[in-house]
């Protein structure tokens, strides 16, 4: 298990930025990939960015150019830089953790195969005019 808690969200103005912060607990030698999802009023959850253990990233289409994504192995900490905020842009953003079988240990507690995700209770980023 890991426990996943969110900082860094708020209430911007359009083309403002904000940077959102996700540390990670717990079983944190199992995690093999983290990211960040987003809900909006009246939308589906979506991916917005994630990083995998080996350093590539992806990024959806509607925030390519504008976030970054980064992590921060020594604090299990991963983080969303996000620029030029739009208006809708606004979520509430989750933090996301993929456990993997990273060792002996990690596959006897139920992380080999297809894994576990873990999700944090999310950050509300809100952007205004």
């Known amino acids: 298990q890991v426990q996943l808690v969110e900082s860094g969200g708020g209430l911007v103005q359009a083309g403002d930025s904000l940077k959102l912060s996700c540390t990670a607990s717990?079983?944190?030698?199992?995690?093999?990939?983290m990211g960040w999802y987003r809900q909006a009023p009246g939308k589906e959850r979506e991916l917005v960015a994630d990083?995998?253990?080996?350093?590539?990233?992806y990024y959806g289409d509607s925030v390519k150019g504008r976030f970054t994504i980064s992590r921060d192995d020594a604090t299990n900490t991963v983080y969303l830089q996000m620029n030029s905020l739009k208006l809708e842009d606004t979520a509430v953003f989750y933090c996301?953790?993929?456990?993997?079988?990273?060792?002996?240990?990690?596959?006897?507690?139920?992380?080999?195969?297809?894994?576990?995700?873990?999700w944090g209770k999310g950050t509300l980023v809100t952007v205004s005019s």
């Open positions: 996301n953790a993929h456990l993997g079988p990273n060792d002996y240990f990690c596959t006897g507690m139920g992380y080999g195969g297809k894994g576990m995700d873990f």
């Open positions: 717990g079983d944190t030698m199992c995690i093999s990939a």
């Open positions: 990083i995998q253990s080996g350093g590539s990233t």
